[in-house]
Each structure stands twice: as structure tokens, then as C-alpha cells.
């Protein structure tokens, strides 16, 4: 158990239409980022959260969003769905202090148990 | 990003280590190499990682090559329970954000 959740569990969306994913982070991280699985591959890393702004992002368009609240908890939103988009979401929090070590920094990322998202 | 290789596939008898090798020759001097697992697409967990020194937990013990192109993760006794697939991943930083670049793993099969 890493103290990382996420809801829902599942979830069924038609193409076009608009999708709100939650995560709650371990108590005491500062970080959450956010990583999209399609089926047989490995993680791939959408965006990052560092104190309420986003800090990086990877190859991913502007319709996929986020948000990170005051209490680090987190949410993910993709707009204009397509079938593509089905995947398991990952969710991973962290305590990072960018500023403590610089490029030599290291921090441990804790993963939720993900949503699974369908588009049909 | 730096990439890595690993194996599609190994086995191991249960009981016995299980050493998963990783080739990350692009890696740079400030970047970490950490291992995770995942368990039937369940969330990724967890396992160890490391800079240029050897490293050990009570899960599994790290081991880099001092040109820090390769590495190994080292489970000391496997048990059944460790069937899972492994992820070398390069730790890159994207400006001030801290970024897993996970390849598609190893899949470990332990057995009786």
C-alpha cells in the first residue's frame, strides 16, 4: 500500500466527450504526476505538479489538463475523447525538492492503483 | 531521454536469485537509474535506485557498472510472488520536473 488512491476504478466514456480523473496523494508529498498505459506498453509520463503548478509535461496536447489542490490531491482532465485515449491512468506522488540538490536531486515516486478508461 | 533495454522475457526457480540486466549506454551523469515492478496491471511499485554507487534494500540489491551503462537488479530468493514485469527506467529531468521514462520491461516468471 502506498497511501496513493484514485477513483474511480473503471470507466466507460463515448468518443467526444469530456473526463475527470481524481488522485489523492501520499500524506506529507508535495509532487503528483500523472502517467497514461496503453494495453501491453509501459507507463508514459503526461504532466507533472509541483506545488499547484505544472512543472513538465510530455508528448501530450493541450486537451489533456490538470489541477493539483492545496492539499496536493490532483485531478486529470481529458477533453474531446477519442478511441486512443483508452488506457489505465496513473497517478504517482512524491515529495520533491527540486532545490535541495539541484540536477542531483532524487526523489521516489509512489503509484496509485490507476483508472481504467474506456472510450467506445 | 535516455533509453533502455531490457530482456522481453526471463524465468527464474523459485528460491533461486533472479538477475534482470538493463543496458542504458545514453545515460548522463546526473541521472538516476530506478527499478519498479508492476503486478498485473496493478500500479507500478517500488523496488530501488541508484546513481553511479551499489545499492541495497531489504527488497533487492542494485548493482551499476562503473561507466554506468548497465545495471543489475538483483533479487536475492525469489518466490512466486515476484512474477511480475521489471522497469529499468532512466530518471530524466524535464526543466525542474522529475520525469520515469519507462520502456516496456522485463517480464519475470518465477517458478516451482
Known amino acids: 500500500e502506498t497511501g496513493v488512491t484514485q477513483s474511480p476504478t473503471h470507466l466507460i466514456k463515448t468518443r467526444g466527450q469530456q473526463v475527470t480523473l481524481r488522485c489523492s496523494s501520499q500524506s506529507g508529498h508535495n509532487t503528483v504526476s500523472w502517467y497514461q498505459q496503453a494495453l501491453g506498453q509501459g507507463p508514459q509520463f503526461i504532466f507533472q505538479?509541483?506545488?499547484?503548478?505544472?512543472?513538465g509535461r510530455g508528448n501530450f496536447p493541450p486537451r489533456f489538463s490538470g489541477l493539483q489542490f492545496p492539499n496536493y490531491s490532483s485531478e486529470l482532465n481529458v477533453n474531446a475523447l477519442e478511441l486512443d485515449d483508452s488506457a489505465l491512468y496513473l497517478c504517482?506522488?512524491?515529495?520533491?525538492?527540486?532545490?535541495?540538490?539541484?540536477?542531483?536531486?532524487?526523489?521516489?515516486?509512489?503509484f496509485g492503483p490507476g483508472t481504467r478508461l474506456t472510450v467506445l | 531521454d535516455a533509453k533502455t533495454t531490457q530482456p522481453t522475457s526471463m524465468d527464474c526457480a523459485e528460491g533461486r536469485a533472479a538477475n534482470l540486466p538493463c543496458n542504458h549506454s545514453t545515460i548522463s551523469g546526473n541521472e538516476y537509474v530506478y527499478w519498479y515492478r508492476q503486478i498485473h496491471s496493478q500500479g507500478p511499485q517500488y523496488i530501488i535506485h541508484g546513481l553511479k554507487n551499489n545499492e541495497t534494500n531489504e527488497m533487492a540489491s542494485l548493482i551499476i557498472t562503473e561507466d554506468r551503462k548497465s545495471s543489475t537488479l538483483i533479487l536475492p530468493h525469489a518466490t512466486l510472488r515476484d512474477t511480475a514485469v521489471y522497469y529499468c527506467?532512466?530518471?530524466?529531468?524535464?526543466?525542474?520536473?522529475?520525469?520515469?521514462?519507462f520502456g516496456t520491461g522485463t517480464r519475470l516468471q518465477v517458478t516451482l
Open positions: 527506467i532512466v530518471r530524466v529531468l524535464t526543466g525542474t520536473a522529475s520525469k520515469l521514462t
Open positions: 504517482a506522488s512524491s515529495l520533491w525538492n527540486w532545490k535541495a540538490g539541484g540536477p542531483f536531486s532524487a526523489d521516489t515516486q509512489y
Open positions: 505538479y509541483y506545488r499547484e503548478e505544472e512543472n
